[in-house]
Structures are given as C-alpha cells and as structure tokens.
C-alpha cells in the first residue's frame, strides 16, 4: 500500500498470544478497501512478536537495543515510522467490534469542525465477561463520556484516534510518564479543540490484569497516577507491570 489514509500503531511487548488476534481481525481486503496500514512498535520482546508482526504488519518497529521502555515511547516510535494521516493507536490485546463501523465512524467525528481526538467505548472480550465486568466498563464508559462532554479531555487508554498533524502539534505522547499517558495526552489535546467519545464503538480487550490484580487496585492505582500526572506530570509508578 503506498498511501495509507489510517495508520493503526501498535506496542507490544510478549504478546504472542494475543496478538495473532489482535492483527488478524485487519483482514487484507479490509486494509485495502479502508486504505489502512498495521504498524506494529516492539518493546523488546523475547518470545514470537516479532515473527506475528512480521507475517500482518506493513510495518514493523524493532526495539533493537532491546532498552526498557514505557507504552508512550513504543507509540511515538510506531508514529515516527507510520505513513497515514490519521493515527489510530490501539493495545496489543484489543480487537474491535465492528471494524467497519469503527473506521466509518472515526472518518465521520474526524470530519467534525473543531474535532481534534476521537476515543470509544471499552469492555471486555465477551466471551470472558463477568457482570463485575460490564459494571465496572459501563461506568467509566459514562465517566469519560461525561468528562469530555464538559471539556475536560480523558480518553480510554486501549483507543486514541488523532489527526497525524495533530499528534505532532502536541509532540506526541510523553516518553517519561509510565502510566497515566493517556490523560496526560488528552489533556494536551482539549486545548487545541473537542475531543469526541463515540459510545457506540466498541473496543474489547483482554480481562487480564484485572483478573490478576483485581478493580479495586487497578482503580486505586488509576487514580493516584492520574493526581500525579496532573499536578507533577509524571506518574507514580516508574514501570507498568506487564500482565501476560
């Protein structure tokens, strides 16, 4: 594809078991018709990534000093290589719900006078749902529904959508900042314009870390970096734990 429109940017770090789904749902007729390209940011991962990239991804970002990083490095690094005007950043361990829908709805919000960032519902894969689950994602599906609806930016982590000029106006996610990225760029990009949340995209993700670690820490540990972020701009933890 020599001129993608959309370019879907994807750390990874372990996730060869997840992501085989994750990018085989980017069907090549879809990729095609859509004008979409996959570009897959590796964190250094030592188990088959890199050989599941290789096979779906137009482009592949290779850690090769195998160096720790934070997601927002991965980001920038996969956006440094990327070649669409829109940039669709997505998690490892997520698949869409209606790819279709998806891409036709971004479009439509993207096209919107004064629009400058798109984000969308988020639940969890369906087939391993729990009510705990649905009640937890329902809540701060509303949460940050409600928040941007009064001009406070917030964007569900597993799905930022933003113009490529747009990205660069902001100079892109902070490398620094563990945890907590997402507000820290959403907060960069309500002062340029409307971030819109689409309630009905949906973006299932893996149940994984909160089956490891349970809502009530996940939500404490939200909480605190998000006050740090926004009063220091940093987070409180140094490293995002990986769940694998």
Known sequence: MNNPRISIIIPALNEEKLLPRMLGQ???DLLERRSVELVVSDGGSTDGTLDIARAHAQVLVENIPFVKQTIS???NAGARKAHGDIFV???????LKEPETFFLRISEELGRPGTVAVTCAVGVYPEEER???????????WFFYMM???????????CHVMKRDI???????????????????FRRLERLGRIRFLRDVVVYESPRRYRR???AYVTASWF????????FRRSILSEWTPVR
Do not use: C
């Open 26 to 28: 980017f069907t090549p």
């Open 73 to 75: 490095a991965g980001r």
């Open 89 to 95: 950043f997505l998690n490892a361990d997520t698949f």
């Open 131 to 141: 009510w705990t689950d649905r009640a937890f994602h329902g809540f701060y599906n």
């Open 148 to 158: 941007n609806r009064v001009g406070m930016g917030m964007g569900r982590g597993e």
């Open 167 to 185: 990205f660069d106006r902001v100079r892109g996610y902070a490398d620094r900042i563990a945890a907590g990225e997402d507000y820290d760029m």
């Open 213 to 215: 670690f349970g809502y």
């Open 224 to 231: 605190l970096n998000f006050l740090s972020v926004f009063f």
